[in-house]
Nanobody
Framework: QVQLVESGGGLVQPGGSLRLSCAAS????????MGWYRQVPGKQRELVAT???????NYQDSVKGRFTISRDNNKNTVYLQMNSLKPEDTRVYYC???????????WGQGTQVTVSS
């Protein structure tokens, strides 16, 4: 059984930082892209960042230079370091793992990030 457990969300002031973590279990994730998506109620979930097993990264343009995605393959954990946070970053953030070949992916439960003064 695959489980993705997210943590690290919260309330921060503009310009602040947060670090999200997502611990995956129940599978060998070497053949999975790991990433983060975000969503506001009533809107489509959008990509924030992804990282492959080999370390190739992809970012949404609006977070480039501010967010950094990384993964620890020994711990099956993906991280999202978020710096210089803006009110527009306020979203529920979801961890995602997606198989590189098969139509197979899993989602975390979501963690709220709120950026407000």
């Amino acid at each position: 059984q695959v489980q993705l457990v997210e943590s690290g969300g919260g309330l921060v002031q503009p310009g602040g930082s947060l670090r999200l973590s997502c611990a995956a279990s129940g599978r060998d994730f070497r053949s999975y892209v790991m990433g983060w998506y975000r969503q506001v109620p009533g809107k489509q979930r959008e990509l924030v960042a992804t990282i492959t097993n080999s370390g190739n990264r992809n970012y949404q343009d609006s977070v480039k230079g501010r967010f950094t995605i990384s993964r620890d393959n020994n711990k099956n954990t993906v991280y999202l370091q978020m710096n210089s946070l803006k009110p527009e970053d306020t979203r529920v953030y979801y961890c995602n793992v997606r198989h590189v070949v098969a139509s197979l992916q899993y989602w975390g439960q979501g963690t709220q990030v709120t950026v407000s003064s």
